[in-house]
């Protein structure tokens, strides 16, 4: 059973920063592309930042050149490091990360999400 476990979520000012980690763990054979999604109150699940198993990476227009997303293949885990937060970043923050086990083709699993409120 492979698991995605958030953390890193907070209250920050305006301005401030703050890193998202997202750990995979469970029988892994290989992982694909990882992603962060968010989610803001009464509206969809939108993507933020992707990065492909080789390192390629996009990212939602409205975070380019403030957040910036990496994975650590050896700790099967993906960050998403936001600086220069705005009050329109408050959302529900989701790791997305397409896993295959043993044995399988591979599918997409998802995170239960982090709280992330950029407020004075």
């Known amino acids: 059973q492979v698991q995605l476990v958030e953390s890193g979520g907070g209250l920050v000012q305006p301005g401030g920063s703050l890193r998202l980690s997202c750990a995979a763990s469970?029988?892994?054979?290989?992982?694909?592309?990882m992603g962060w999604y968010r989610q803001g109150l009464g509206k969809t699940r939108d993507l933020v930042a992707v990065v492909g198993s080789g390192g390629y990476t996009n990212y939602e227009d409205s975070v380019k050149g403030r957040f910036t997303i990496s994975r650590d293949n050896a700790k099967n885990t993906v960050y998403l490091q936001m600086n220069s937060l705005k009050p329109e970043d408050t959302s529900i923050y989701y790791c997305?990360?397409?896993?295959?086990?043993?044995?399988?083709?591979?599918?997409?699993?998802w995170g239960k999400g982090t709280l992330v409120t950029v407020s004075s």
């Open positions: 997305n990360a397409y896993i295959a086990t043993a044995g399988d083709y591979g599918m997409d699993y």
């Open positions: 469970g029988t892994i054979f290989s992982i694909g592309a």
